[in-house]
């Protein structure tokens, strides 16, 4: 009987089995979507098991994690776990079930989750989810048996009902990736008709970081563009007047490294990689976590910049999404050259706009029925006009009278298509007789066909003949004060200005090398280069001394920057000879070095000279200081050296260090001397701020009289720059003090014995 009563229990067993098998194919079989389907497998298998709950995960092979969807009132939430942590990884990673009567004491089991939830997960059956042909594609776990524990046969029904859904499950999971990727082409579709239908760069560039950011579902985006002149990445932010440019060598970064190769770059941990810059992070406060930055390339397979998209919400990047950006960018590079050179050619209008109207000549276009096209502010003015008396009017009906020559000019110029200049002619203008200069010259398309003519005038009547003139003798912004009633300015000034000192080394043993026509014309070439540095900052250029160049900032028009006007010129000087170098030595010249000195200080200023030469200049005292700085240069090993009377107004930021306290030659107040480095690249100077930092070190040490302490300082400075003649000089000078210690009242000044 007893024998009787277990079979028939075993029966009753297997009946519930088998319902429960049926159950799993006709549900399974009856939902349409896979949130369906995993909903209706949790419940079969929680009420089959007799426990409390269950999930079901499946695994993403993309990211390498298991995820379930869990019902919230109106909305799925989906639970994503990395698919070799917990339990449930463990079960999937090994493909054996597991019973853990005790979850607490497993090894594997992971309690965050019930810290989170606030569940109390007592015991755990977990089986993997196996297809017919034995890929595991995911895990069922179930929770808190209601009576009594999980049994071997709870471990072997859940297996037979989760292999028997197992199909299912994956032919829903490509159901739902099919859909997936057909609403992404459509939505695809819609982005790139809605970017590519913009041609102005700056708004388009705004479309596509905000749709590459909504598209990949990230937490922003960048778009840069190579900057072909400047070899730089360069991206535009913001909107309206709030708008700003990045820019950065197009090596550099990760965008730098993708642009360079042509290579995508997806990291998942971007601190861990160390081609990632965290400056950026620390500057702005974002925290990046993984980046994908792909090529952006044209048709032609030109690489035109570089799109970077940053933290992917809810994970790192897949390869779908390296797909999908490429394919986007792939798309809208047609678009990006499109604008960029509707950009180029809007820039070029505006500028040759902007050109015309601020030439101080007259500019007038006529088509090929001399009717005028176009007439700029200057030319208006000096044939004392408005628009609406010139443009479309034909100029047979504007220059008549004493101006008909200008008529015969025009058409001859028609006839032959070659230019015509008269200079110093007359013409008349509203009752008005002005000079001119005219040039009329033909205007061609590229294919060389006739587009009209155009006219230049250039009024040299009175004080514009003078200021000519004078312009050629002296500074163009001092003629201009002359003209406008400077009298006082030539007879003497006394004014806080900036003075410039620069000097060739070595120069006597370069000129018995080149001679006397290899000399002149080395200096020209040498000249033209430094004093462009000196005028494109607003500078004066005094006068040339042999080789030496004598500048002053501030007059005779002072500006609020002065100081750094200065600054910025000196350091161009010293980039401008280094490039220039580079030239010599592939013509197989030898390479030339300089030293500038600066100082700011006040000045007399005023036409000195004899009735006979007269020559405006600038005399005292901080004009000699600039020129001891400039001759320290060789003491030091500096090639620009600059007084704390300029060093404490600069505006700027440049990278600097205090070099000495000295007494020049003929003072006896000490001076404080910088040397400014900012011409210096990682290569010519590396480690250049860690450098910095030992080099105060030692001097603050130096003028402790800690000469051990000092010594040690400056040959750090040497271990990371061995050529460093500040360090070399401080420690020769600390070896000296040791053997012959200071007076008492010595306070580190040094006095200089020579100019």
């Known amino acids: 009987m007893p024998v009787k009563r277990q079979s028939a229990r075993g029966l009753q067993a297997t009946i519930r089995e088998l319902e429960a098998l049926i159950d799993v194919s006709r549900t399974v079989a009856a939902e349409e979507s896979l949130d369906a389907t995993l909903a209706a497998l949790v419940r079969i298998t929680t009420a089959a098991t007799g426990a409390e709950c269950g999930t079901l995960f499946l695994n ?10 869990v019902a919230q009132r109106n909305s799925v939430r989906e639970i994503r776990l990395a698919n070799a942590t917990g339990i449930a990884g463990h079960v999937f990673t090994t493909g054996n079930g597991m019973i853990a009567h005790d979850a607490r004491t497993n090894e594997h089991f992971d309690p965050s989750v019930d810290e989170q939830t606030g569940f109390v997960t007592r015991n755990i059956l977990c089986v993997p989810i ?85 598209m990949l579902d990230a937490g922003r985006s960048t778009l840069f563009l190579n900057d072909e002149k400047t070899n730089e990445l360069w991206s535009q932010v913001g909107e309206g007047l709030g708008v700003t440019q990045i820019r950065f060598p197009n090596h550099l970064g990760i965008a730098g490294a993708v642009f360079q190769t042509g290579e995508t770059i997806n990291i998942r941990h971007a601190y861990a990689d160390f081609r990632f810059n965290p400056t950026f992070d620390r500057q702005t406060g974002y925290f990046t976590r993984s980046i994908l930055c792909v090529p952006v390339v044209t048709k032609k397979g030109k690489r035109i910049g570089a799109t970077q998209v940053l933290n992917k919400r809810g994970g790192p990047f897949t390869a779908e999404d390296e797909s999908r950006l490429k394919a986007f960018t792939a798309q809208v590079s047609i678009a990006l050259e499109n604008a960029k050179l509707f950009d180029e050619v809007q820039n070029m209008k505006n500028y040759a706009e902007s050109i015309l109207q601020s030439m101080s000549s007259g500019v007038i276009t006529l088509d090929e029925e001399l009717k005028v096209l176009t007439c700029n502010a200057a030319g208006l003015r000096i044939l004392r006009a408005s628009d609406g008396n010139l443009l479309r009017r034909k100029a047979e009906d504007i220059v008549t009278g004493p101006n008909a ?55 040299i009547s009175s004080e514009k003949r003078i200021k000519t003139t004078m312009a050629r003798y002296m500074d163009p912004e001092l003629a201009d004060k002359l003209l406008a009633g400077g009298d006082e300015i030539l007879g003497g000034l006394s004014t806080t200005a900036t003075v410039l000192f620069s000097d060739i080394r070595g120069f006597t043993t370069l000129t018995e090398e080149l001679g006397p026509q290899g000399t002149v014309s080395f200096l020209n070439e040498y000249f033209t280069l430094m004093v462009d540095c000196i005028q494109r900052e607003g500078g004066m250029l005094d006068k040339f001394i042999g080789d030496a ?24 000087m010293i980039t401008e000879l280094f490039a220039w170098n580079e030239k010599r030595g592939a013509r197989g010249q030898k390479p030339v070095d300089m030293g500038i000195g600066l ?14 030469r007269m020559d405006y200049t600038v005399i005292g005292d901080g004009v000699n200081l600039a020129a001891r700085l400039e001759s320290a240069c060789k003491q030091y090993g500096a090639r620009i050296l600059v007084s704390e009377n300029t060093f404490r107004k600069l505006r700027g930021t440049y990278r600097s260090r205090e070099v000495d306290r000295v007494i020049v030659k003929g003072k006896t107040q000490p001076v404080g001397v910088y040397e400014i480095l900012d011409y210096h690249t990682e290569q010519t100077f590396p480690n250049v701020m860690e450098a910095l930092g030992c080099f105060k070190a030692g001097i603050e040490s130096y003028r402790d009289r800690k000469w051990d302490d000092a010594v040690a300082a400056f040959e750090e400075v040497l271990a990371i720059r061995a050529e460093d003649k500040p360090s070399h000089v401080y420690i020769e000078r600390c070896r000296t003090l040791q053997t012959h210690p200071p007076a008492e009242d010595w306070s580190g000044v040094w006095t200089m014995t020579e100019k």
């Open 60 to 69: 993403d092979a993309e990211t390498g994690e298991l995820y379930s969807r």
């Open 130 to 214: 196996r297809t017919v042909k034995g890929e595991t594609i995911g895990v069922a776990e179930v929770l808190n048996k209601k009576n009594g524990r999980f049994t071997k046969g709870d471990l072997v029904l859940l297996e037979a009902m989760t292999m028997q859904a197992a199909m299912v499950l994956h032919s829903s999971q490509f159901v739902e990736r099919l859909k997936r990727n057909r609403a992404q082409e459509l939505e695809f579709l819609d982005i790139v008709s809605d970017v590519t239908s913009e041609i102005d760069l700056g708004t388009l560039l705004r479309k596509v970081m905000a749709e590459a950011t909504r």
């Open 405 to 459: 020559w200008v008529l015969e000019k025009v058409k001859r110029v028609e006839e032959t298509q070659l230019p015509d200049i008269s200079m110093d002619a007359p013409l008349e203008a509203n009752g008005d007789h002005l000079s001119v200069n005219l040039t009329v010259v033909p205007l061609l398309s590229g294919e060389k066909k006739k587009l009209g003519t155009m006219l230049m005038i250039e009024d």
């Open 549 to 572: 160049v004598m500048a002053a900032f501030g007059i005779p028009i002072a500006h609020a920057d002065d100081e750094d006007r200065a600054m910025r010129a000196a350091v161009a």
């Open 599 to 612: 100082n700011t200080d006040l000045i007399v200023s005023g036409n000195i000279g004899s009735p006979k």
